[in-house]
């Protein structure tokens, strides 16, 4: 049977569910070969924390290592600022998603749309929502990745339900050192 | 008559030619000349509506990759693949949203129908619409949307024939096979959505007339809320849904036989709302999302139910703790036998002895059996709540296996709560009481058969607040008073907290009433979300409807009612044109809606919007000109109209120079909207209420809230869109000018003219001239 996302309320009806990856080095790979990838973030990042450290300074780590732009989502910006990170650009969710289905869209840099959007941090059942979007309306000019904890069908690339914080954290970690290794 | 005939007449019948429309309206009563759209059929403000989806384009988040309508399906929609039908995926999406309007529409229109039949049974259809002193535009969206005026409850009858006549052509568009453009099914589901406030509208005004709820009337009881205020040594009633007609009569036959004092009436839903306008001994047991928890308490001896957002297994339910159900509606038979024209004493004798339930259609008979029932039923209730030590006992039995996390439509572990239960500590299981909505999954998937609800009950507060009764109508005499404030800005904002209860977190709605009245925005209520608003305490222990007035004026708190009660909402945004601009109603609804986008600072939040009336209610008020955010769970009704700010057009018309002005603002900026956070909404909701035609006064303290608001919600500087709401120097807030002045120099920004008499009109092809505007 097809992996049931975490939250019941993110069932796939139909098909096309996303593909499962496992190890940071398919992610890697997927990352770098992406000319502009893009990387938006959520406030859920405020909540979660992994042995004592903020699953945004995760998110944080991969973006500044693999230099991709940052959208913050929702109340998020404040608390960037705090960490003296400047988000590349602020929308919401929906409305992030709304400009990104555009294939004309200029994209966060003023460089052209993006071709690889990275969700990260979203409540989970919106997340999807929004993936849909671009699975139905951008899939010919983008793809999208997760790096939640869950599993999202309606992403083209998504984590398996990861159940212990052990090995979240082991993946994220470890997504940053194979970026690393590709810079 | 042949079949054949028989649809020859029937589309006869429909289709009303233009002289029967006048006949019905009486147009040659000349109360205002009649407008360009009497009774408008599905075309007839089709233009309005795509003017509104040219800015406010429709977003589409399938829920479902499918289509399965017919047996040509199922049908695989992604990536570009089209139905055996020839019907693509954001075409599907709208006809879904269509359907869920329509759903809507009717649950109200077939509630307006059948109280009004009723009414019409008990007084006659002469009985006059007297709204009281102080209204006079009794009636605005029937006035807008139809030309009638409404005098009598026959005249209301009118209203809603139209409304089921357009509910019939707009499902029609929904079988296989017919639209083939999402443009046009969401003009449809504006139709069938402003259709749904003339319906609201025709429920309540014959509630107010019928029942003679409260009108004309500010200060309407404080009315006593939660299960703790329900005196458990009394027989207890409870009635659930929307629909009155039998709760009154409840309480009529208590007061005939004096039983007022010795039975308890609590309600659960916007039944609740409507038993506390009608008797302020009743109580309300509080919004949809306690539901289940209050009727496994066990608590009521008799249940009734009537219509639209009740449990649907609710016989089992009140089998399970003994309680006795009558369903009392039509639509909610719930497979029970009618038992309408059965002897009393022998539905009494089978309700006690046999516990058997039964549907009832008929209120007089339904009320005194109630009574007796629950007087009966009451001696025998041994409904035991759980003590702490049995609560942490039970709760030991849960493996953290988190299975009820995974089935939480609100996505969060009410297991983490239950295994700090079984170390004695109940402090988390409260916190997390306000996350839930009482939908019961988690305990019919919990594998250790944890009895999930039971022990809420040990954690949840029995406190009790206050709610202030529905008060019907917002009043001609207030709509005066703050006409001109409005639409200079100098009063920030109209905001609406409508809908259901399916919230992020509970607390959320009574922040929100009380950071806007604060900030003397007026702030009204209507349904479950009137309810939760004073379900939280300050300090000093008062409810929001303790701590500010109940005026429609700058900061006050106004309970309008039950959802129903919606229909006062839009009505007071259109009697804004009327009464302050003096704008005729009169089938003249799209100069109605271009002033109310263009000119009224209104923004609805349905914070908690769940059902399908939601969908109606909200996209109702979005056709009018109002924006409406919705909380993160509405993505899951797979639309909302958004519009991209820096790409979009945003000319409008001048009207006094005749001129087009691209001014660059959008404003307001979305008209249906999905925020993620509380924080977030609170950032929107302020620039949501900001309209073209702000005096630099009124845009002034728009911009004070919106910066402070961004400032105290999100941090980080400025709002970064802040530079397209300045106009000039003058737009700027003083408080804010020393940091607002570098960061426009920095950013180039240049000053613009503001536009005299902002429209929509003359923007689009239209049959309505410019003049219309002006007034
Ligand atoms: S209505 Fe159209 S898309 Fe739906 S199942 Fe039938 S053919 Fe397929
Ligand atoms: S499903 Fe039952 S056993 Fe599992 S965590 Fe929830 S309450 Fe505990
Ligand atoms: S009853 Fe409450 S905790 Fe349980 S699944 Fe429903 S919302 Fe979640």
Redesign the pocket.
Known sequence: MATVPYHRVNVLTGIKGAAILEKPEQFTKIISKAERPLLVLGPRLLEWSLDGRSVLEHALDIAKTANIPICATAHLKGKLTELEVTPDSVYDAVEIVNVLRDPDWKGVKGEGNHDLVIFFGIRSDLQNQCLSVLKHFAYKHLKTMTLDKYYFPNADFSLTNVTKDKSWKAFLEGLKSSLQTKA | MSEKKEMKELVKELTKTQEEIRELIKAEIEWEPVGPTPMPGITDLRSWDMRLLKTYKPWYAPFCDL?????????D?TQDRR???G?DIAT?QARIVLLACLMGCSAHAAHAGHILEYLIDRHGPDKKIDMGTFIEVEAPNIRTVTGLKPETLADLKHAIEYVYKEIAHLLDSTH??QEGSALDYESKALHASMLDHVGMEVADIAQIVGFNFPTSVADTPLVEMGWGSIDKSKPVILVVGHNPATSTVVVDYLRENNLEDKVEVCGICCTAIETTRYSDKAKVIGPLSRQLFFVRTGIADVIMTDEQCINTNMPEEASNVGSALIATLDKVMYGLEDASEMDTDEIIKRMTEKKEHFAILEPAKAAEVAAKVAMKLAPQRKKELLSEEEAKKLAEKCTDCGMCERVCPNLFSIGDGITEMAKGNFELMKGLFNLCIGCGKCEHECPQGVPIFRLMQAAASWETWKVRAGRGAVMDTEIRKVGAPITLGTIPGIIALVGCSNYPDIEDVAEMVDEFARRKYIVVLTGCAAMVAGMTKDKDGRTVYEKYPPDFDAGGVVNIGSCVSNAHISGAAIKIANIFASLPLRANYEVIADYVLNRVGACGVAWGAMSQKAASIGTGFNRLGVPVVLGPHSSKYRRLYLSRKEEDDWTVMDARKRELVDTGEPSPEHIAYVAETKEKAMIMIPKLCIRKNDTPQGRGIKLNHYISLYKKYTGGGLPEDLHLYIRRAADIPLVYRKEVMPYLEKIGWKPKEPVGLPTFIGTYPSKVPIDSVIH
Do not use: P, V
């Open positions: 289509c399965c309508l017919c047996t040509y399906g199922k049908c929609l139905g055996a039908c019907i599907q296989m096979g």
